[in-house]
């Protein structure tokens, strides 16, 4: 059962009571927060894509010895040579998969709403 604190109080009660049990205040209602459904269209699948492909690129430029700074640290060179193309294509797979999947919810959506007017 899950518990809240009275806010005159501070002691835990059933989230179920109006009433607490130890001050007799009478507590607030508690909002209920509607849940998101875990499809957000692929949104979320691009940016993480465009995100790991920024980081990618940073890594390589600046890792490759492109960049007139100097880093602090040495860079193993698998770094450059294998992970920084590796995770660009990674974050452009992401990419690809979340524009398809807000492509497919589009689609849905306006299959749903045609189908609605009939």
Known sequence: MARRECPFCGKSV???LTQCIFCRETLPELKKVAQQSGNDGGGAQVRRGLLAMLLAAVLGYFGG???A???PFPLDP???TYLSPLLFLSGLGLCVHGYFLEHRSMHQKSMHSSNSSI
């Open 69 to 71: 700074l100097a880093l």
């Open 78 to 80: 698998i770094l450059t």
């Open 65 to 67: 010895g492109y960049s």
């Open 14 to 16: 059933s989230d179920a």
